[in-house]
Structure formats: structure tokens, C-alpha cells
């Protein structure tokens, strides 16, 4: 599986973003998503995540309220739409897949993208 993030750049607080991570490589429909971050100096944290299906989003207590985790099955994608954006926010945001139903754990993951840096000014 491949995956391609994007969507991050430079915000000012109170700011959105929407990350897009695009899959391919192989069937995209049962896998579960995550979104997880990582800011320097720090371990990579779990933001989001969605099941195969869709059902029950999950976030982290830290953007609760104010991310939102959806997929397109159709596209092969999945998004996270970010609002009110906090200094706290910024990390390179990775995107990654998962047939294991423990979702909040990154060694669950076998695939990762890229990242992309999500920066929010104060």
C-alpha cells in the first residue's frame, strides 16, 4: 500500500487545514485509517482514527471538538479536517493503514505515508 499525504502548510492560530491521505496499491475499503503526528523531540502521537466502515470516529481528548476524521471508499482517501488550530498543533501529520482493530496504537500500523508539517503560528 501506498500512501500520499498532503494539505499541510503555515496557519495562523484559530486557523483550518484539511489533510488528504490518497491509498493505492491494494484494496482500500477494509483497512483502517489513522491520522498521527509527531512535533520535534516528541514520540508520534495518535490524533484520529476510522474504521474500514466509517463507523466510530476516535480522537485524541487534544483535538476532539475540533478535528474531524472522514473516508471516501469510492476515492481511496481519507481526511482530517482541522479547525481552531493551536500552536500545540504543530507536527509533520502522517497518515496510515491498519486491518488491526487497536486504531489508537501506532505499532499497529503497517503503512505510513510521508507526513506532512502542519505549522501554527502564535
Known amino acids: 500500500v501506498q500512501l500520499q499525504a498532503s494539505g499541510g502548510g503555515v496557519v495562523q492560530t484559530g486557523g483550518s487545514l484539511r489533510l488528504s491521505c490518497a491509498a493505492s496499491?491494494?484494496?482500500?475499503?477494509?483497512?483502517?485509517m489513522g491520522w498521527f503526528r509527531q512535533a520535534p523531540g516528541k514520540e508520534r502521537e495518535f490524533v484520529a482514527g476510522?474504521?474500514?466502515?466509517?463507523?466510530?470516529?476516535i480522537y485524541d481528548e487534544s483535538v476532539k471538538g475540533r478535528f474531524t476524521i472522514s473516508r471516501d471508499n469510492a476515492k481511496n482517501t481519507v481526511s482530517l479536517q482541522m479547525n481552531s488550530l493551536k500552536p500545540e498543533d504543530t507536527a509533520i501529520y502522517y497518515c496510515?493503514?491498519?486491518?488491526?482493530?487497536?486504531?489508537?496504537?501506532?505499532?499497529?500500523?503497517?503503512?505510513w505515508g510521508q507526513g506532512t508539517q502542519v505549522t501554527v503560528s502564535s
Open positions: 476510522i474504521r474500514w466502515s466509517g463507523s466510530g470516529p
Open positions: 496499491g491494494r484494496s482500500f475499503t477494509r483497512m483502517n
Open positions: 496510515a493503514t491498519t486491518t488491526n482493530v487497536q486504531i489508537r496504537t501506532p505499532s499497529t500500523y503497517y503503512y
